[in-house]
């Protein structure tokens, strides 16, 4: 079992670091080819450290600055070089860490990931590629908030990394790569789309053609191919209406007696579905296309959800070592 390190950055979740590190330290308990890197003020997460106790996998990169969520973020990046996200960006850049994990800006984190860790050769723009739960399985949908205006030659690179992606780290063999789009007809779109079809068709990609929205939920592809603006508009759609239907649902079994027994009977399968949605259990979303895996996880993560962003780096460094992604 090869060793790793990977850094994780205490201090751009809404919870503070006291989730960052717990769930590095249950990350540690599960995955004990992994040492982490905490990244935050030492003194602060000394404190932290012992609410758990010691752990011979986990240590401190102090970094006595923060960005904030409202700051632009190349400016950031250039002016605040204490700060978690550019320390944790640097210890992967070193060498001292093979992947980071950060709840903070999506726009400081893309940038400085981008800046200093630099892209994939022949990678004009890295996506977010973001993990949803369809009847199948899972699809990755890329871009999901990384780049709002893309030319076809970016499309097509996204599907290309998507696929990889889904090759080599979720273990399918021949991904189905599906361009989002109004209609399945190839002359259906936007300038973007009608030119990026061609060239997803012609790439030797498992290439299925465009896809429309309703499809994706239905586990049509395993790959969702679309620029940032719309894939964050069906990730933010997909979050709110996934915890919409389950109050509604929730409401309606508690409506009467007899509803209840049966939301009693079927409390298991319901918390299974529940599960499902759950982006906790995901943990995070990986910017491909870089020279090493920066994966953001969500604002709001608690430490199962950083746990689990963590095992993410794990198994891409582990299908890297195995596949030479």
């Known amino acids: 079992m090869k060793k790793m390190t990977l850094a994780v950055d205490t201090m751009g979740g809404d919870l503070g670091p006291s989730a960052a590190v717990e769930g590095a330290f249950r990350a540690a308990q599960e995955f004990p080819q992994a040492n982490l890197l905490l990244v935050g003020p030492e003194e602060i997460l000394a404190q932290e450290m012992r609410k758990h106790g010691d752990n011979a996998h986990i240590s401190i990169l102090h ?7 409202g700051e632009a973020p190349t400016t950031a990046i250039r002016e605040k070089k204490a700060s978690s996200i550019v320390m944790g960006l640097r210890a992967v850049k070193n060498g ?14 893309l940038t400085g990931a981008t800046l200093i860790i630099g892209r994939q ?14 009847a199948k399985g899972f699809v990755l949908l890329i871009d999901s908030g990384a780049n709002m205006d893309c030319k076809p030659a970016y499309l097509l690179q996204f599907g290309q990394l998507g696929a990889e992606y889904m090759q080599k780290v979720m273990g399918i063999a021949s991904p189905r790569v599906g361009l989002v789009n109004v209609g ?33 939920p239905a586990g049509a592809v395993d790959v969702a191919v679309c620029d940032g603006f719309t ?25 009467t007696f007899i509803s209840k027994m049966g939301a009693l009977l079927a409390k298991g ?10 982006y906790r259990e995901v943990g ?33 460094n582990e299908g890297r070592n195995t596949h030479g992604i």
């Open 63 to 69: 970094a006595p600055e923060v960005i904030d969520p």
């Open 96 to 109: 001292e860490a093979q992947g980071f994990v950060s709840a903070g800006s999506t726009g400081a984190l």
């Open 121 to 134: 050769p022949g990678i004009e723009r890295p996506a977010l590629g973001t993990l949803l739960p369809t």
């Open 184 to 216: 399945a007809e190839a002359e259906k779109g936007n300038a973007a789309t009608k030119e990026a079809y061609p060239l997803l068709a012609d790439s030797g990609l498992n290439f299925a053609g465009n896809i429309e929205g309703r499809e994706i």
């Open 231 to 255: 894939g964050n508009v069906i990730l933010k759609f997909t979050e709110g209406f996934a915890k919409t239907m389950m109050g509604m649902i929730k409401t309606e079994l508690m409506a």
């Open 269 to 278: 399968a319901f918390g299974k579905l529940k599960t499902r949605f759950d």
């Open 284 to 316: 995070g979303a990986p910017f491909l296309g870089l020279k090493s895996l920066v994966v953001k996880a969500h604002g709001s993560s608690d430490a199962l959800a950083f746990k689990n962003a963590i095992r993410q780096c794990v198994i891409y």
